[in-house]
């Protein structure tokens, strides 16, 4: 079967506000609606079910904030990514902010099979002095494993902290900068690094800053 797209245009967007509450499966939704209000020519899946030709690269936990997210669109007709850019930025809803269009090759592996790391700014809602938050890092980092749980599946997370740093925000609060893995089957998670420093993962605020694919690395 022929395919029926000719191009795949890759977004860079923001996730800030009430969509920070926004699940995976609903940002997809809302990203269609705005494809939809926007005209964008986008290809549709074969068969009786048929959706938009879209991927997100990584699903961004509830409360989260980020500033890049990235999604690929497969379109049926070819379209300049400035045109694209100029419709979706008026048709995106608050909350979602896009950053950047650009087109890439056609044939590249599925974004989710493209990750590698992110990295998160993290504020803490307890309010620690740097050395105390230092310390428990460096307990941490020198540990050879820290066992943890998900969905009923044990693993190790330490080899999944790449690294995690602290420095002051702008409202003079501790920051820790965290590096994390985002390898498919090996993702780093930084609600479950801040259960492991001993630190409320509910009351942070957690903000992704940058994705990286594995051809960032390479080109």
């Given at each position: 079967?022929?395919?029926?797209?000719v191009?795949?245009?890759?977004?860079?967007?923001?996730?800030?506000?009430?969509?920070?509450?926004?699940?995976h499966?609903?940002?997809?939704?809302?990203?269609?609606?705005?494809?939809?209000?926007?005209?964008?020519p986008?290809?549709y899946?074969?068969?009786?079910?048929?959706?938009?030709?879209?991927?997100?690269?990584?699903?961004?936990?509830l409360?989260?904030?980020?500033?890049?997210?990235?999604?690929?669109?497969?379109?049926?007709?070819?379209?300049?990514?400035?045109?694209?850019?100029?419709?979706?930025?008026?048709?995106?809803?608050?909350?979602?902010?896009?950053?950047s269009?650009?087109?890439?090759?056609?044939?590249?592996?599925?974004?989710?099979?493209?990750?590698?790391?992110?990295?998160?700014?993290?504020i803490?809602?307890?309010?620690?002095?740097?050395?105390?938050l230092?310390?428990?890092?460096?307990?941490?980092?020198?540990?050879?494993?820290?066992?943890?749980?998900?969905?009923?599946?044990?693993?190790?997370?330490?080899?999944?902290?790449?690294?995690?740093?602290?420095?002051?925000?702008?409202?003079?609060q501790s920051?820790?900068?965290?590096?994390?893995?985002?390898?498919?089957?090996?993702?780093?998670?930084?609600?479950?690094v801040?259960?492991?420093?001993?630190?409320?993962?509910l009351s942070?605020?957690?903000?992704?800053?940058?994705?990286?694919?594995?051809?960032?690395?390479?080109?």
């Amino acid at each position: 079967m022929q395919p029926n797209y000719v191009q795949r245009i890759r977004l860079i967007f923001g996730k800030s506000g009430y969509t920070r509450f926004i699940g995976h499966l609903d940002l997809a939704r809302t990203l269609e609606r705005a494809i939809n209000r926007a005209r964008i020519p986008v290809a549709y899946t074969q068969g009786f079910n048929k959706r938009p030709r879209m991927q997100l690269a990584d699903a961004l936990p509830l409360g989260f904030t980020s500033e890049c997210e990235i999604a690929d669109l497969w379109l049926g007709e070819r379209v300049e990514p400035q045109d694209v850019e100029i419709r979706l930025a008026s048709a995106f809803p608050s909350g979602l902010d896009l950053r950047s269009v650009k087109e890439v090759d056609i044939s590249e592996t599925s974004l989710q099979n493209q990750t590698v790391e992110a990295t998160y700014m993290v504020i803490p809602g307890e309010n620690l002095e740097n050395e105390e938050l230092l310390n428990r890092i460096d307990e941490l980092l020198s540990l050879p494993s820290i066992p943890r749980e998900r969905r009923g599946k044990s693993y190790d997370l330490r080899p999944r902290v790449f690294s995690l740093s602290v420095s002051r925000s702008d409202e003079e609060q501790s920051e820790i900068t965290m590096i994390l893995s985002l390898a498919p089957g090996e993702v780093g998670r930084p609600d479950e690094v801040l259960d492991s420093l001993n630190l409320d993962p509910l009351s942070a605020k957690v903000h992704r800053t940058r994705i990286v694919l594995a051809n960032d690395r390479t080109s």
